[in-house]
């Protein structure tokens, strides 16, 4: 059974900085693309950032670009979102998600079958 255990979320002033983990237990790590994605009350899951299972190829949303980084340890099946110049409207629960994909990573929740449980982040102005 694939796990995704996120972590690092919490409460920040507009412009700190957070680096969101998450960790992934199950299946075979590196065959997993894997994407960050956010959600507030009431909206849809926004695609943030995806990274794809060597690491050489990453997507990432027009809205964080420049902010927000995807990256990953594969030695320790971590994805991580290091997030900059963090503004109140980045507010919401933030999620990983992982799938079994080649190639440039998808950026719609459809596409990704397993999620993490989400973490809170919040930014205070």
């Known amino acids: 059974q694939v796990q995704l255990i996120e972590s690092g979320g919490g409460l920040v002033q507009a412009g700190d900085s957070l680096r969101l983990s998450c960790v992934v237990s199950?299946?075979?790590?590196?065959?997993?693309?894997m994407a960050w994605f956010r959600q507030t009350p009431g909206q849809e899951r926004e695609f943030l950032s995806a990274?794809?299972?060597?690491?050489?190829?990453?997507r990432g949303a027009d809205s964080v670009k420049g902010r927000f980084t995807i990256s990953r340890d594969n030695a320790k099946n971590t994805v991580f979102l290091q997030m900059n110049s963090l503004k109140p409207e980045d507010t919401a629960v933030y999620y990983c998600?992982?799938?079994?994909?080649?190639?440039?990573?998808?950026?719609?929740?459809?596409?990704?079958?397993?999620w993490g449980q989400g973490t809170q982040v919040t930014v205070s102005s």
């Open positions: 199950g299946g075979t790590w590196i065959w997993y693309t």
């Open positions: 998600a992982a799938a079994i994909k080649s190639g440039r990573p998808p950026v719609d929740t459809y596409d990704y079958p397993y």
């Open positions: 990274i794809n299972w060597t690491g050489d190829i990453t």
